[in-house]
């Protein structure tokens, strides 16, 4: 459980205390779900890592694009975490961290293609085993914060949590030609245990 989630249903709970005592029980049932809501969201379940020169999934959700980027050449794969996703983020492959860059930008729906170039967006560089991958936190309409949990220097082991984007979002991979990629759209993913590609001998 992510402490947020504590923390935002706490307060929920309580409104919904101060809610009932000053007119009806019922009325507060409203502020009890989103607490629930709030705990459901905010899980952070473990998960098994596989073995292996491969790149992991950062995020639970669906595959919604991979596409060949021109003219670096790099594949990305562009995930769509909806609110009923673990919203945990986690590094795809072991290495360090030789570059964070957060940039402004919009809130467009998370699962257009658009969102990849034009929303809010924190891109982070891990580089190790003879490779670069580079991973994009992206706001989405609702999430409007994004976390991130290291810093530049920082070694990393793949499936290692790394923040989360709260409420709904998007997570771009982009991958180079050494990568062999195993996902495809509309296939569904688990951050951390689903590999999304391996690398070629």
């Not at 810093?151 to 989360?164: E, F």
Request: aromatic fraction near 8%.
């Amino acid at each position: 459980m992510v402490r947020d989630g504590i923390y935002y249903a706490l307060a929920l709970t309580a409104g919904a205390a101060v809610v009932a005592y000053v007119t009806r029980p019922l009325y507060a049932l409203p502020l009890l779900i989103v607490a629930l809501f709030c705990l459901y969201f905010f899980r952070d379940p473990d998960r098994g890592i596989p073995p292996g020169r491969v790149a992991v999934s950062p995020a639970d959700g669906k595959v919604v694009a991979v596409k060949l980027e021109q003219p670096a050449g790099l594949t990305r794969v562009s995930i769509f975490l909806n609110i009923f996703d673990v919203h945990v983020n986690r590094t795809p492959i072991s290495g360090k961290i030789t570059s964070v860059s957060y940039h402004k930008g919009q809130f467009l729906v998370a699962s257009k293609e658009e969102a990849s170039a034009q929303n809010e967006q924190n891109t982070v560089t891990v580089e190790g085993d003879g490779t670069r991958v580079i991973f994009k936190q992206i706001a989405g309409l609702i999430a409007r914060r994004i976390v991130f949990n290291k810093k530049v220097g920082d070694t990393v082991a793949a499936g290692d949590r790394i923040g989360m984007i709260k409420f709904g979002s998007r997570m771009d991979v982009e991958l180079g030609p050494e990568w062999e990629i195993l996902v495809k759209p509309g296939m569904h993913v688990s951050a951390g245990s689903s590999v999304i590609a391996r690398r070629r001998s």
